[in-house]
């Protein structure tokens, strides 16, 4: 059965390989960003079965404004993803005013506003999944705060697991590892990465030699976890990169 499912951070990466895979199996998706140009592009890319909806989830009004046109379209939501987050590592001690807000805000306050305004939306059956990060158990260096914002999600699944669950509506949290698209680029300046490249080596975790995933191999787990049966769920999963074997039949 076809299923609506808003994805945010959608222009790019994971949320686009996503809305990509859903639509491709007979979904409507509904696709948020920042970035108009990125979504509508993506929307275009897609087709018919994809709305393309300009939104910053860290900002309640704006979240406020995406469900109203998305409720002009859509009279439910089965599914949200929360994909959409700030990663840029600084030192905490260095941090502007701007750093700190914009990473919380959209890590841990964004999740909040979707869920807050995609409830009324969602009736028994209907699924949120919270994306969050290995790097909240990992001793990296200048993540503390996109740490914190990741633990804080994981702590807000649980809570709301639980809220939820009355109505039918499942949360799932997925812990994801590192991931890499063709084209894509890391926005954060070149000092900064260097500075996060370097404190990560004096704590002995290589950036270079870390395995990657693809986009587009992640999206399978989702395409499972959204139609599993009734009497199942998932509360949390962990995906993590892991290298090639020389051996394998898989691609």
Request: proline share 4%.
């Amino acid at each position: 059965m076809s299923k609506v499912i808003v994805i945010t951070g959608a222009g790019v990466g994971l949320g686009r390989a996503l809305a990509r895979r859903f639509a491709s199996e007979g979904h409507q998706v509904v696709l948020l960003g920042r970035t108009l140009a990125k979504i509508e592009a993506a929307a275009k890319d897609i087709g018919d079965a994809a709305m393309a909806v300009s939104c910053d989830v860290g900002n309640p009004d704006s979240v406020r404004e995406a469900f109203a046109a998305i409720s002009e379209r859509h009279n439910k939501v089965d599914v949200l993803i929360n994909n959409a987050a700030i990663f840029e590592p600084f030192l905490l001690q260095n941090a502007t005013d701007a750093q700190i807000l914009n990473a919380v805000n959209t890590n841990l306050a964004g999740p909040m506003f979707m869920i807050r305004a995609a409830v009324p939306m969602m009736g028994n059956g209907s699924h949120i999944f919270n994306i969050t990060s290995e790097s909240v158990d990992m001793n990296f260096p200048h993540l503390s705060v996109y740490q914190a914002s990741k633990a804080g999600v994981e702590r807000l699944s649980k809570s709301m697991d639980t809220e939820l669950e009355a109505q039918g509506i499942r949360v799932t949290n997925v812990r994801a590892g590192q991931m890499y698209e063709e084209g894509k680029v890391w926005e954060a300046a070149p000092e900064d990465q260097m500075a996060f490249a370097k404190a990560a080596a004096e704590r002995g975790i290589n950036l270079r030699e870390r395995p990657i995933s693809q986009f587009d191999s992640v999206v399978n787990a989702f395409s499972a976890l959204i139609d599993l049966p009734a009497d199942l769920h998932a509360d949390s999963i962990s995906l993590h990169a892991r290298k090639a074997q020389p051996n394998s039949t898989r691609d």
